[in-house]
């Protein structure tokens, strides 16, 4: 059965980090290039960062330098650490293979950056 289950998220202060997870079935996840997206308050969801089955990861341009999207393949779970975070990077976030790719999305978590 396909699943995404992303955590991690919360309230954070402006300036500071946050790890987030996305546990992935087997099936959409190994040997897949997988991505993170994000939905802030009243927009759609956006693509922030995807990690290549290569290894190699590109970023969305506001968040290149403080976002670095990693995974593990033993345990089928994606990573976004997150950091020197602002207002502008509240919202929702999911986990899914990239664009040109995806499959059924998940809940989602709910990231804050508020002071």
């Known amino acids: 059965q396909e699943r995404l289950e992303e955590s991690g998220g919360g309230l954070v202060q402006p300036g500071g980090s946050l790890r987030l997870s996305c546990a992935a079935s087997e099936s959409i996840f190994s040997g897949n290039s997988m991505s993170w997206y994000h939905q802030a308050p009243g927009k759609q969801r956006e693509w922030v960062a995807t990690?290549?089955?290569?290894?190699?990861?590109q970023y969305r341009n506001s968040v290149e330098g403080r976002f670095t999207i990693s995974r593990d393949n033993a345990k089928n779970t994606l990573y976004l650490q997150m950091t020197s975070l602002n207002p502008g990077d509240t919202g929702v976030y999911f986990c899914n293979r990239p664009p040109y790719a995806v499959v059924s999305w998940g809940q989602g978590t709910q990231v804050t950056v508020s002071s």
């Open positions: 990690i290549f089955n290569s290894g190699s990861t």
